[in-house]
């Protein structure tokens, strides 16, 4: 009895044919002598009607059937009565009555229900998650990100673009993130990394020649996972020679256009805006801003710069920065919601929020008695205030008064709900710093990664002032998530080496960990830069799903554990022995 | 001076345009006072000429380029005059005469020239691969590679099947070949491992109701490797619901079709041909035969089993086979030759080789004097003998005779030149036996793999008689390799628990390692099946490459081990401390 459609594609013009059907029981109900049951497979759902007269047998057999238990029937496509026909079904005009019925599985009583609406624990439903990917919901995630692989791929294809595969068993080189180790069997004491990234093969793939290399590759990070990061990720991993930085971030957005338009029927407008770092740390308070709504910060250093009230002049003196948002209109900000705006100030960090309300002309809150009449004029013009509007200030450091800020946005956006999830607006952050100090380890790191260019015009600032370079990287960001992140690469090798130096890691150190690398930049590398997408995140904006869990078929939990097989699990001490090594 | 061009497209509809190409020096030449460079890309050649008179500082630079510097040059496209015409260059009818020289990178001497006509060893060729993947024929590989990728991938969603990634970061369950382990720094001592194959996933995937899965897909086996293996390879894995063993040969043999047809424009006749595992074995003398060329064996115990000639008629009253190959024309092999052959034969396995000339209506040879007139003349008609043939006959126990036969076949034809890599011959080897037994494991090893459900006409087999059963598996194979091989599964916990029962898989075992399967097998598990190919072998076969290690960006040697960048290495006590293993 093997199938000769699919559940979800029988129609009207069927009607009178024999067909076969395989799929699960969905919903079953006895109804007037008669047993209807919804089969359904990944391709839909059709009505099927046991009738005793036809086939007492098959009849008696179907009275026992249960939810997911999986069935092949042979029967005849009948169209249904008017009153019968479920317009919201693609088969809701027909029905199958049966003729003949296989079990071809029974099954047990599934621990949840096979449908969205249920509320059960995440735990129990990673442990049965081949249960869980039967949901309309997960099975429709799934699909679109296959469909993603498609656009995504093709897109390239079509740019000239060559696939290829790089290792999975490399070098470790720890520089960032922690690495996955694999023991050595052949080389006692020695071990492979999986890739945190193929940063330094697609370098290599530019050096030999390829000019356009793109993967859809899996990376790993032994991190301590933070909500919605996996030990395994997937990344759309691109490179590219002979180019700038316009260059691959056209290219970048191209491809999201298609993929907005194809996945979701949404026009992105290119170009795509562009925002520097400084500029959206100081108007949004950090590198990936949300811009679906307003709210910008808007700094007041000029406005109370001489002001009498010391608070914010001290500020100012010692090197701060005032700033505020407006929020329009301010109604329903009662005292109480001000006071837990201000809690949720101090839980980010700042030392306390003053407010503002401005209204018919006139201004009142925590700081208007200290404020002169000039000075909320000029806060006015600056901040183009509306009437009816809430100003909230921070006036503290450089960096806290700015992610305060921003932080407080966010949530006051959410609570307005103004996070329009059918909103998608995207912005290219640029010219980012190429280091940042790291107090832990006493030295610069590389912001992004020691690879990417300094800006060219900025070369003696290493010397003088690295904290003052800027990189030649670019990050996309939409709605508050960074989706890709990518640079224009050094491509010689004396500033490699200078860029080494920079970062306090030694020549030794240098040679042995990337001395092929060195190497492979003095036999003619070209100019080359690429940018990587991060897959699992960009699917699940593209299906409004809650969790990137949610867009991988199998995930693991925060602490990297597979609750459906148990890994990781104990190996056997002869496995162990062969690879060298033992349990501390 | 960003290239407006690459080095593979211009033409005459081009002349007395301005362009910009990039690309590096491939050949230099200082002819009639002008400078000759063949400037290269991943597109192609164009020649590029410096002309003192042009500009004179380009000029003086021009003279002390050198092979694989990478260039920038602006200048006039130039009609050839028509006796330097190069019609084998796509950019063969013009030239771009430079006005403007950019130099971008400095190339040391390389270690090696980069052209395919180069003999240096291959130890080099993986210390320095990206230079060596410069090689137009490496290139080649590579760029054929992502076009198999590509067409793969448009077939697969083309026939409605999903694309879903499964994790890396799996259970250790050896069962076959080695794991590579991860150790988890959660879970002190404890593993991940990464996957020999998606295989419990994409069953996992079918019993969540995917229906049609695919994946290409990187898999690990930690193995001592012979000759073209990979600790690392890429499968094309696949996996379809409700179907039959011969709905996963159609879907496969579609694929194959239009690979064949899209990158080497042949013509696969379908059907392909299908042979029992026990006919390819009696008369290949394998499981995966060389079809090109004929020389079938043939077993001629009917002939000989009353023999006067005790040697044939003695192993056939042991149960072991007489058999014979017939090489037609018989011309060039001499006495020495075919003692060269018989030592091969002992080489092989055998006690010896006996051969009959038979030319004109005569046998001749080590045995035609024992034999019976007959005997030769049923020989000749069981062989179907043509006139000047050479019968080669090994008389032994089953497994040596045909094996021997089959790699004498194999050994003649290679000398005979019969190989011929324009043909391509494919067959599925089907009814495989389901187990093998394992000295070394004194019990029943899976032949295919413990999920490979037997046929189900032959149940009764695993209790009474399990070496008698066959499996539902299939392999095709081409040209003597195997490119694919997949099975219908076991899709019944009963049947599944059974088959661990006759591995001598315990119980609590089997619990252990799969009883998450186990569990999802009893919750409406579709009946299923699917194969996997072995991408590397294939674009070996499709490219005519002589080793996998030329269709693989970045390979291993046969130790694991990658030259270019020294994995695997040491790494620091520290992330072993962190990971609680230690070296041994």
Redesign the interface.
Known sequence: M??TF?CGELDESLINKTVVL?G?VNKWRDHGGLIFIDL????GLTQIVFNPQTNPRAYETAKHLRN???I?VEGIVVGRPPEAINPKMRTGKIEVHVQKLEI?????T?PFEINDQIEVSEDIRLK????D??RPRL?QN??V??EV??IV??FF?DEKF???????????T?EGA?????????????????PQSPQ??KQ??M??????YFQIV?C?R?EDLRRDRQ??F?QIDVEM????EN?VMDVSARLIKILFKKILNVDVPLPIRKLSFKQAFETYGNDKPDLRFGFPIVTLNSVFESSEFKVFRNVIENGGRVAAIAIHPADGFSRKKIDRLTEDARQFGAKGLAYLIYNNNEFKGSVAKFLSQNELENLKQEMDLQNNSLVLIVADQYETTYSVLGQLRLKIADELNLLDDQKFEFAWIVDFPLLEWSEEQNRYVARHHPFTSPRTDQLELLDTAPDKALARAYDLVLNGNEIAGGSIRI??RALQEKMFEVLKIGKEEAEAKFG?LLQ????????HGGIAFGLDRLVMLLTGAGSIRDV???P?TS????L????????SEE??????????
């Open positions: 093997k199938r699919t395989n699960w359904r497979d990944r391709y997911e238990d999986v092949a071809l599985n029974k099954a047990k599934t049965y998650r081949y249960l990917l039967r099975q799934l699909i990100r296959s692989y498609k791929r093709n294809y060559v696939e290829i595969e790089t290792p999975f068993l490399m070098k470790s720890p922690r690495d996955f180790l694999v023991p050595s069997r052949n080389f006692p004491g020695r071990f492979y990394a999986l330094t093969y290599l793939l050096i030999a020649g390829y000019d356009r899996k790993f032994d030990p395994e997937t020679s002979f180019v700038d260059d491509h010689q092929f492979a930049l003095e036999y003619g590398a070209p100019p991988i078929a199998f693991k602490s990297a554990l597979s459906m097989d148990g890994a990781p699990s104990e190996v496995q162990l022995a062969e690879l060298h090594i033992k349990v501390r």
